[in-house]
């Protein structure tokens, strides 16, 4: 997968937690570039100099690459003289000032996306708690590419040439209702507000025509359990896809019905559906 500034901005993001938790006054990292078994060094926070800036780190060497390799965190307390690494990076390392030295990997499904730095610039170990730390960053760094991710596979499903209504078979239609449902749920976890107002325009081109006709006004959220229910989830279901809970689903459900005029879960989707707020 290829480097992009969202996937960039992400690791920003975990660096600036990394250093707040962990009190270092170091941090730097980069992603793993398209088609290779190297990390790119994109982001610095706190750095003195730019010795490290688009450092390519091979796996399995330097800390980094190590890290990469075993696809597990790794530290070392004195960078330049440790002998658990290969030094092919030392005078960047050195440039930089740069001691004790922690690296996380960020693993996505199974595949080191990148990784996530932080150092000192005096020789003393680094404990279990600053660690953890790092590691927590190093998670939600994760996640959030993860949803990336899920979004980029929803939107293939939007992509130009997505059957019209009338137009696919059951099953087809069925699974454009599936992914319009999953990209209403994803929106409001996305943090980004570009890739936020891709996925919008992404659920709009899975709803026929232009967009809703006149008539009553969903609020995000009663569209959000609409398409859910849609898709044939439960209350439950939905709850947990929309990150809620059941209580809040079943006010909206309540909310959207009588806006629709529908007495049931089903006639209020097919309400939805006429007037354009559903596929």
């Known amino acids: 997968m290829a480097v992009d500034a969202v996937d960039a901005a992400q690791i920003r993001s975990a660096l600036v937690r990394l250093r707040r938790t962990t009190g270092l006054p170091v941090a730097f990292g980069g992603l793993v570039e398209s088609g290779r078994r190297q990390v790119r060094i994109s982001e610095l926070s706190g750095t003195a100099t730019t010795a490290l800036s688009a450092l390519a780190v091979t796996a399995g060497n330097g800390l ?22 290969s030094h092919e990076y030392d005078l960047p390392v050195a440039a930089e000032g740069l001691r004790s030295v922690l690296a ?34 190093a998670r939600d760094a994760e996640q959030a590419l993860v949803l990336r991710d899920e979004a980029d596979d929803l939107l293939a499903a939007a992509a130009p040439g997505a059957p019209a209504p009338g137009a696919a078979g059951g099953a087809g239609w069925e699974q454009v209702r599936e ?16 890739l936020r107002d891709e996925l919008l325009r992404a659920c709009g081109l899975l709803v026929a025509g232009s967009g809703p ?7 995000p959220r009663e569209v959000d359990v609409l398409a859910c229910v849609a898709a044939g ?41 006429r007037t354009g707020w559903l596929p």
Request: glycine residues 8%; positive net charge; charged residues 20%.
């Open 104 to 137: 996380v990997p960020v693993v996505v499904r199974r595949r080191v996306r990148g990784v996530l730095y932080g150092a000192l610039r005096t020789a003393q170990p680094l404990g279990d708690r600053t660690l953890s730390a790092a590691v927590a960053a």
């Open 64 to 85: 980094g690459g190590r890290a990469v390799a075993l696809s597990r965190p790794c530290t070392v307390t004195d960078y330049s003289v440790s002998r658990q690494i």
């Open 179 to 194: 992914a319009h449902a999953a990209l209403r749920a994803l929106v409001p976890r996305i943090t980004d507000p570009a």
């Open 233 to 273: 989830a439960t209350n439950g279901a939905a709850a947990e896809r929309l990150g809620v809970g059941p209580e809040t689903v079943k006010s909206y459900l309540r909310s959207a019905m009588r806006k629709l005029g529908a007495r049931t879960r089903t006639e209020a989707v097919a309400a939805a559906r």
């Open 213 to 219: 006709v006149p008539g009553p006004r969903l609020a």
